[in-house]
């Protein structure tokens, strides 16, 4: 079965300075991939999605992600974050045609004026 | 907003109580997928249902059960409800089983005391 690490619970930045989170997976197979926003008390949302194609993905708010099948990472990025960019997120893979769709543990990015 | 509704936002209900939580999915969209997300965790897959049929469940106990209906909206049922099951569900809608893209509602947030 597919996996996901997200190798940074909390990730503390200052407003304008770019930012990386960093999400590796394992799978036997070919995956989908995915990150995902959660602001408090409320559901997720999709910033971006990988499901074939060109490795850099773009997104939603300035947010997109490179997938390197070598090092089976897919880091989100950008370039400068702003207070609202303050949330938990979520890194998943699902394997293709598979509908079980794996989450990682989260980060939480803390944006400070 | 995705289109996807959840009800009720929040309960509180005794251990070994049972509960219903509903979902209306995205508007042509044919699949259910729930997720159970504890305090400070990533989202863990339940079941998916689609097209009324449940078509993959995650490890969970028999006593975490769902439904369909032909409007596609769903259902999950958990019954003799554990403190361990206070959590966040979440319900997502796709169209298709193979997660290319699922639209999250906000949630149920359930206390078990």
């Known amino acids: 079965a597919q996996s996901v690490t997200q190798l940074d619970s909390q990730v503390p930045v200052f407003e304008e300075a770019p930012v990386e989170l960093r999400c590796n997976y394992s799978?036997?197979?070919?995956?989908?991939l995915f990150w995902y926003v959660q602001y408090p008390n409320q559901g997720l949302q999709l910033l971006l999605k990988?499901?074939?194609?060109?490795?850099l993905v773009k997104g939603i708010n300035g947010f997109e992600a490179e997938f390197n099948k070598s090092q089976t990472s897919f880091h989100l990025r950008k370039p400068s974050v702003h207070i609202s960019d303050t949330a938990e997120y979520f890194c998943?893979?699902?394997?293709?045609?598979?509908?079980?769709?794996?989450f990682g543990a989260g980060t939480r990015l803390t944006v400070k004026p | 907003e995705t289109g996807v509704t959840q009800s009720p936002t929040h309960l509180i209900k005794t251990r070994g109580q049972q509960v219903t939580l509903r979902c209306s999915s995205q508007?042509?969209?044919?699949?259910v997928s729930w997720y159970q997300q504890a305090l400070g965790q990533g989202p863990q897959f339940i079941f998916q249902?689609?097209?009324?049929?449940?078509?993959g469940r995650g490890n969970f106990p028999p006593r975490f059960s769902g439904l369909q209906f032909p409007n596609y909206s769903s259902e999950l049922n958990v019954n003799a409800l554990e403190l361990d099951d206070s959590a966040l569900y979440l319900c997502?809608?796709?169209?298709?089983?193979?997660?290319?893209?699922?639209?999250f509602g906000q949630g149920t947030r359930l206390t078990v005391v």
């Open positions: 508007s042509g969209h044919n699949t």
């Open positions: 998943a893979v699902s394997q293709q045609g598979n509908n079980d769709m794996r």
């Open positions: 990988y499901l074939s194609g060109s490795t």
């Open positions: 997502a809608s796709s169209l298709g089983r193979k997660n290319t893209e699922a639209f």
């Open positions: 799978s036997s197979v070919s995956v989908y």
């Open positions: 249902y689609y097209r009324e049929e449940e078509n």
